[in-house]
């Protein structure tokens, strides 16, 4: 990333299967995963990046794109990219090597961020497009050699009425397919070999996963009772107990697949033993409640109380545990603050599920000020507690330098050490410990 907000300076940072991001308020955590999930849209997704839409609002351009180093004026763009390792199977499904990379130049648009230019490079090939005033361009090319380079104009059909379209690269494979099997005439399209070179290339982008699911920092507010609705995803968990109360009606058996897995969770974080949901009529359209089970602390018979009655954390917990478990989720969670009204020992245990869920395809990246989150997962690395290695995880320090920010990108020993660690990082958590215990 380059001049994107606090981040000025070219930066580059390694995400793993497990990222954690610490550091000060204001220092870019929120932004760097708001650019996570423009990425993705710029690439994979086929639709503008949206740097207001929830639960992310970076602002207009100007708010986001970085100002010069004196504080007057700004950068005419921002840039970002990333390299990625293509899956084995897919690597081999589409004869490409393993290693991609992507990069993308926003610029303003009216008062939004748009991606003008993208590139992506891999297989000893590279295939970008560009929009301009003059239209919407296609380029090609061998990695090797730079001046080898192709230009063709998109058909309209592919494209908006205003002549702007933001594709991803799967759909620029089925173009190369047409240009292929068409008798064109188009002198500037590579030689057959190459075309299907690219054409294999370009096709390994044609993903089947979901948009990262990004979480807001405070989850909705638990309800005595809930009249059924469309459960469609959204950032503050609103939609969980129509999902929910939708499941149990719909698939009772991986009702109880979900219910078993979220039950194992809140026991071993102390907060619940069980959770149910209770109708308030015979009808699908009747209201409902969830309600938890909770152990009574003399040892009488456990018994079960709303949402509401139990405490915050349990309600802003319950979203995040239900992405993690429920069938078909994404496999990358965008996470702010998911410890938020939980006491210590329940912020530790999301720490082992967040190892956990790390070893099972799933990529996290977390924002947290938890050092017990941070603890749990340092030592469930040591004692080997689940199939997560200390190459797994990331641990991404924000230090504030002046006026701009700089990303740290520590790694863990097997012991679960931090490796690197700047002075700062050590400051920080040691003003974070003299706070708790009540030194400073």
Known sequence: MENYRCLREPQRVRLAPLTLLVGDNST??????ALIRALWDAA???RLPDFKESPYDLGSFDEIVSSGSSGEGSASAFKAGFRA?????????????QAIRFTVDFVKKASAPFPAVRRLEGSGYWVGDSVTSSGHKLQFGKAANAEEVATTTMPRYWRHDDGIAVMPFGIVADFFRHQLTAEAKNQSFPQKAD???????????????QRPFATAPVRSRPRRSYNPSATRRDSEGDYIPMYLAHLLRTDRSEWEE?????VTFGSSAGLFDGIRVRQLGTLDGDPFQIQVQRPAADGSPATYHNLVDVGYGVSQVLPIITELFRPSAAKMLLLQQPEV????SAQAALGSLFCEAATKGRQLIVETHSD????????DVRDSATRLHANDVSLLFFERSGRDVRIHSLRFDEEGNVIGAPEGYRRFFMEETHRSVGLA
Do not use: C, W
């Open 258 to 262: 979900l219910k078993a897995s979220i």
């Open 195 to 209: 075309g299907k070179a690219l054409l294999r290339f370009t096709r390994m982008f044609r993903t089947e996963s």
């Open 28 to 33: 870019g955590k929120t932004s760097f995963l």
């Open 85 to 97: 390792s293509v899956a084995r199977a897919q690597a081999r499904r589409t004869r490409n090597h």
């Open 44 to 46: 994979f997704g086929g």
């Open 372 to 379: 017990h989150l941070i603890d749990r997962v340092r030592m």
């Open 341 to 344: 009204h939980l006491h210590p």
